[in-house]
């Protein structure tokens, strides 16, 4: 959080790699950066004050702004949140044929999505493969998602997904594989000049497999581009709001007997019920109960 007037104004992070990357500032230029001291790790959308060195090849980050959000999942170290990227305001979650989507990864961004205060969207690539098996078992669209279908192959959808990041700050995430970069390159023509100015910048090479970067896109939309994971699971500190990461079973909770009701053995769960009845999918159910376990160290 800034303390003190700061001689320059506030820069936003648009390309993270360890302590480097780039700033761009309110002069409108971009700047390499690296960051004071060891402790401090700053993100793509990050807003930081910043000071310039004598050398003037390098400014320095001295502070990161207080974050309106951020996208977290448990580091492998410590269980402490590992923040992937802030000031967010939608998530683009990409699936496709192949590889075989796990959908209960999608759901774990949709959650993040959910306790962000972020949009969400499902983007459907690669949907020229004529012989793709269907990419979901649940119609994300009936409890309010917006899918896109996509193929950066053939542009097809490519129009209706720009026009869904108008007036974002959108993260593109997803399994590896699922073709995120394909569709970088197909939205951001310069997005190679990118990777490249960010490898100058950290003097070491950089793949997009290990560096986080922030693209503009027309009419000032900006989408960030973060490495493809296995797996992934939001940071939630209190079990109690996994239930407000699932937006139709969070919809029928004030039903339940308990107010304090985790719709797992509880009686006359009006979650459990709406789950018998059909009007919540049971896989959507299942995956809830998996996160809600995950985070209270039970599996």
Request: proline letters at 5%.
């Amino acid at each position: 959080m800034v303390t003190e007037k700061q001689e320059h104004p506030p820069a936003l992070v648009v390309a993270a790699h360890g302590r480097r990357g780039h700033l761009q500032c309110a002069d409108g230029k971009t700047r390499r950066y690296m960051v004071k001291g060891r402790k401090m790790r700053v993100v793509c959308g990050d807003r930081v004050c910043w000071s310039p060195q004598s050398d003037g090849a390098v400014v320095l980050v001295t502070e990161i702004c207080l974050r309106e959000n951020t996208l977290s999942r448990p580091s492998p170290r410590d269980g402490k949140a590992e923040i992937l990227a802030a000031n967010l305001t939608q998530i683009a979650v990409v699936i496709a044929p192949l590889p075989d989507p796990d959908l209960f990864i999608v759901d774990r961004y949709l959650c993040a999505a959910e306790l962000m205060g972020c949009e969400a969207i499902l983007v459907l690539n690669k949907s020229d493969m004529a012989t793709a098996p269907d990419t979901y078992d649940e119609d994300y669209t009936t409890i309010g998602y917006a899918t896109i279908e996509v193929s950066a192959k053939t542009t097809q959808g490519l129009e209706n997904l720009s026009d869904q990041m108008s007036h974002h700050i959108t993260i593109l995430v997803g399994q590896s594989g699922v073709g995120k970069s394909s569709l970088i390159n197909a939205l951001v023509p310069d997005s190679s000049a990118a990777v490249g100015q960010l490898s100058s910048a950290t003097s070491e090479g950089v793949h997009t497999t290990t560096a986080s970067i922030m693209h503009a896109l027309p009419c000032g939309n900006r989408l960030i581009d973060t490495p493809g994971i296995r797996d992934f699971v939001p940071h939630i500190e209190d079990a109690r709001r996994v239930q407000e990461g699932y937006r139709e079973i969070f919809a029928v909770v004030g039903g339940c007997r308990f107010a304090d009701c985790q719709h797992l053995r509880e009686p006359d769960c009006a979650v459990k019920q709406a789950v018998e009845a059909g009007a919540i999918g049971a896989r959507r159910y299942e995956s809830y109960k998996r996160l809600l376990r995950s985070v209270m160290g039970d599996g």
